[in-house]
């Protein structure tokens, strides 16, 4: 959803796009939608922890579209495995019969999904795409991290862990890359409502969950994230007007990550 709108928002600018999805038939629903609105924009099928399939797929890129100037690492996601059911551990928790996952009980395959999809799921495909880009002017990669790299949230150390993974390999790339012309950046977006978070954040009437109230009672600015949101930030990081940015990991969070609760 927040992937969507960012190609939709430079598409606008100009930019011929590339959607890639696990499933063809979704990155087609954007690419047309595109098309429809004036723009150029393909739906390729892609496995982002496929070297071949991401092969694959920048091969066609490049024979349809030509030479990848952006690349915008976004997949990503959690994994119910790789979370623990309360925010705090307590004695009656390790009793015997007590249906409570914590710590201890996480599986580790749940956090390797979690760790694969967004680490690894950004790291293939910037090895696949960034070759074509050294020595190009004006080529730039950005990656989406979360505001919980900064600050971990309760009950998802998976995802926390993998996003500040995220953001550190942001870093370390940039510096890496920082001689052959190719800016590194990342976005950290803070509660946006997608489809993937709905139920965790909002009840079926639409009122806030517990958890919702959390959030909104630590965001500063009330409310939370709408994809526009991000589009300032992606327009600049893309643009000439960042030209001697690079290794930053900019929160798009409503000052969630700047305040304390105090």
Same mark, same amino acid.
């Given at each position: 959803? !927040?992937?969507? /709108?960012? #190609?939709?928002?430079? &598409?606008? =600018?100009?930019? $011929?796009?590339?959607?890639?999805? !696990?499933?063809? /038939?979704? #990155?087609?629903?954007? &690419?047309? =939608?595109?098309? $429809?609105?004036?723009?150029?924009?393909?739906?390729?099928?892609?496995?982002?922890?496929?070297?071949?399939?991401?092969?694959?797929?920048?091969?066609?890129?490049?024979?349809?579209?030509?030479?990848?100037?952006?690349?915008?690492?976004?997949?990503?996601?959690?994994?119910?495995?790789?979370?623990?059911?309360?925010?705090?551990?307590i004695d009656e928790d390790l009793l015997q019969g007590i249906d409570s996952k914590t710590f201890f009980d996480l599986d580790p395959e749940g956090i390797k999904f979690v760790?694969?999809?967004?680490?690894?799921?950004?790291?293939?495909?910037?090895?696949?795409?960034?070759?074509?880009?050294?020595?190009?002017?004006?080529c730039t990669i950005i990656n989406i991290s979360s505001m919980n790299a900064f600050r971990p949230l309760t009950k998802i150390p998976a995802y926390s862990g993998a996003k500040?993974?995220?953001?550190?390999?942001?870093?370390?790339?940039?510096?890496?890359?920082?001689?052959?012309?190719?800016?590194?950046?990342?976005?950290?977006?803070?509660?946006?409502?997608?489809?993937?978070?709905?139920?965790?954040?909002?009840?079926?009437?639409?009122?806030?969950?517990?958890r919702g109230n959390t959030i909104i009672s630590h965001t500063p600015m009330g409310r939370f994230g709408t994809p526009e949101d991000l589009i300032g930030t992606l327009l600049?990081?893309?643009?000439?007007?960042?030209?001697?940015?690079?290794?930053?990991?900019?929160?798009?969070?409503?000052?969630?990550?700047?305040?304390?609760?105090?």
């Amino acid at each position: 959803m !927040l992937c969507q /709108e960012m #190609a939709y928002a430079l &598409a606008e =600018k100009g930019a $011929k796009i590339a959607i890639l999805d !696990l499933r063809e /038939e979704n #990155a087609k629903v954007v &690419a047309d =939608k595109i098309v $429809k609105r004036g723009g150029t924009a393909i739906g390729i099928a892609a496995n982002v922890l496929d070297s071949k399939s991401l092969a694959e797929a920048h091969e066609r890129v490049l024979n349809t579209l030509g030479n990848c100037d952006i690349l915008i690492n976004g997949a990503g996601g959690n994994h119910p495995k790789g979370a623990t059911s309360k925010s705090f551990l307590i004695d009656e928790d390790l009793l015997q019969g007590i249906d409570s996952k914590t710590f201890f009980d996480l599986d580790p395959e749940g956090i390797k999904f979690v760790f694969d999809l967004n680490f690894i799921g950004t790291l293939l495909p910037t090895q696949v795409f960034a070759k074509n880009m050294i020595n190009r002017e004006g080529c730039t990669i950005i990656n989406i991290s979360s505001m919980n790299a900064f600050r971990p949230l309760t009950k998802i150390p998976a995802y926390s862990g993998a996003k500040a993974a995220v953001a550190n390999f942001t870093q370390w790339l940039a510096v890496h890359f920082s001689k052959v012309g190719i800016r590194v950046n990342a976005m950290a977006p803070g509660f946006f409502l997608t489809d993937q978070n709905r139920t965790l954040l909002t009840n079926a009437d639409g009122s806030l969950t517990e958890r919702g109230n959390t959030i909104i009672s630590h965001t500063p600015m009330g409310r939370f994230g709408t994809p526009e949101d991000l589009i300032g930030t992606l327009l600049w990081l893309c643009g000439e007007e960042s030209k001697f940015v690079t290794g930053v990991v900019v929160p798009i969070d409503g000052g969630f990550s700047s305040y304390s609760g105090v």
